[in-house]
């Protein structure tokens, strides 16, 4: 679900945990966005997000987004147009399945 709704400004995401109590799933999950994002313009991607797990889990989910920058690691897997602080071009993105949205991610 993440995969298909995947945005250029989500450079990653990492450490996804999610657990259900009843039916609602409690989802959370770090999510890098370009470092040189304003923290509301960071927010507003961040709700982005949200809103697509909440309509992927029907409205029975509750969602922590924790927002962090992108490091120069991150430039080969970002797709972000026009990106002022790109280190490396563009390769071949890393998918969003359970092995790479499950890591710890950088320290």
Request: negative net charge.
């Amino acid at each position: 679900m993440l995969e298909s709704a995947r945005r250029p400004e989500w450079c990653d995401i990492h450490q996804l945990r999610c657990r259900t109590v009843g039916r609602r799933r409690h989802v959370d999950l770090h999510l890098v966005v370009p470092r040189y994002f304003a923290i509301d313009e960071a927010h507003r991607v961040g709700d982005a997000l949200e809103g697509a797990l909440d309509r992927a889990l029907e409205g029975e989910g509750d969602f922590v987004v924790h927002l962090d920058p992108c490091r120069p690691m991150h430039c080969s897997g970002c797709a972000m147009p026009g990106c002022p602080v790109r280190s490396s071009p563009l390769g071949e993105r890393a998918p969003f399945d359970v092995p790479s949205l499950t890591e710890q991610g950088p320290v």
